[in-house]
């Protein structure tokens, strides 16, 4: 199971970046993926999810209205459209699967999730 992110990059505040994470190996048929992000010195932060069989998405407030998460079924990618970035949204960034639908509930926290991508670092300057 392999979940390849990449798009992160130096942007500033303001721009915009696209993250994209393609799962092969068994983690296409995943029905939650989701983006988590880390910050140096601070926790695991959710960002978004999507839930294929659900149909729900969820939004972290930090990045409410200006990200939005996506999914190309025929490419095995989720996406990240970042928008209207700042300082803040600085951190790497942790695309997640889980194979088994969940409440909505647990869709924010990162025990849910089976698997992990390496990350992709997304540096914004004021």
């Known amino acids: 199971v392999q979940l390849q992110a990449s798009g992160g990059g130096l942007v500033r505040a303001g721009g915009s970046l696209r993250l994209s994470c393609v799962a092969s190996?068994?983690?296409?048929?995943?029905?939650?993926m989701a983006w988590f992000r880390q910050a140096p010195g601070k926790e695991r932060e959710f960002v978004a999810a999507?839930?294929?069989?659900?149909?729900?998405?969820l939004y972290g407030d930090s990045v409410k209205g200006r990200f939005t998460i996506s999914r190309d079924k025929a490419k095995n990618t989720l996406y990240l459209q970042m928008t209207s970035l700042n300082p803040e949204d600085t951190a790497v960034y942790y695309c997640?699967?889980?194979?088994?639908?969940?409440?909505?509930?647990?869709?924010?926290?990162?025990?849910?999730?089976?698997?992990w991508g390496q990350g992709t670092l997304v540096t914004v300057s004021s």
């Open positions: 997640a699967a889980r194979t088994r639908r969940i409440i909505v509930g647990y869709m924010r926290v990162a025990a849910s999730y089976d698997y």
């Open positions: 999507n839930s294929r069989g659900g149909g729900n998405t």
């Open positions: 190996g068994g983690a296409e048929g995943s029905d939650l």
